[in-house]
T-cell receptor, first 114, second 116 residues
């Protein structure tokens, strides 16, 4: 069975600082995808960044980067230069093509302080 | 190019009524997923459908819940005889291909169901 663990229920960060949101996963599959989604207070799910299990380079999308450590089974999200609009819930998820399921972690609530 | 469209955005039902949630996938997408998010929790997989087929319904409650994705029209998640515990946000997502490891699911804005 696959599992995603986000150990930080809540995080604070000062505006313009960088923050790392932790995510570890458990899977026996060789091929899988790791995703991060943002859910602001308005409720929609916004795709942020993707990392494939065979990708050798860490994924980056603007201010978002994914610190992928395959041996440790971790896929931490790094947000650089935090902005007030980054305040939201952040969900890590793992996808396995064989089952076509996206399994979510419990999320981390990020609060950016001015 | 419109995204995944869900309606209604908010739905209020009394206990015992039926709830129908609709999802129109992105253009060109033939795979639809339904997820449920209870308050203060992450999203939980419910069902995965392709046109006219239920592929995986392992996350669906055994009773009162059903889903369909007809050849024409939106996907429908139907909850019969709703109870207060059904109050949640229901999200639909779509994708274009079967090999999904490297394509993000595109989510709709969700339907917030409140059972009074």
């Amino acid at each position: 069975a696959q599992k995603i663990t986000q150990t930080q229920p809540g995080m604070f960060v000062q505006e313009k600082e960088a923050v790392t949101l932790d995510c570890t996963y458990d899977t026996s599959d060789q091929s899988y995808g790791l995703f991060w989604y943002k859910q602001p207070s308005s409720g929609e799910m916004i795709f942020l960044i993707y990392q494939g299990s065979y990708d050798e380079q860490n994924a980056t999308e603007g201010r978002y980067s994914l610190n992928f450590q395959k041996a440790r089974k971790s896929a931490n999200l790094v947000i650089s230069a935090s902005q007030l609009g980054d305040s939201a819930m952040y969900f890590c998820a793992i996808f396995r093509g064989a089952t076509n399921k996206l399994i979510f972690g419990t999320g981390t609530l990020l609060a950016v302080q001015p | 190019n419109a995204g995944v469209m869900q309606n209604p955005r908010h739905l209020v039902r009394r206990r015992g009524q039926e709830a129908r949630l609709r999802c129109s996938p992105m253009k060109g997408h033939s795979h639809v997923y339904w997820y449920r998010q209870l308050p203060e929790e992450g999203l939980k997989f419910m069902v995965y459908l392709q046109k006219e087929n239920i592929i995986d319904e392992s996350g669906m409650p055994k009773e009162r819940f059903s889903a369909e994705f007809p050849k024409e029209g939106p996907s429908i998640l139907r909850i019969q005889q709703v109870v207060r515990g059904d109050s949640a946000a229901y999200f639909c997502a779509s994708s274009p291909v079967t090999d999904r490891d490297n394509s993000p699911l595109h989510f709709g804005n969700g339907t917030r169901l409140t059972v009074t």
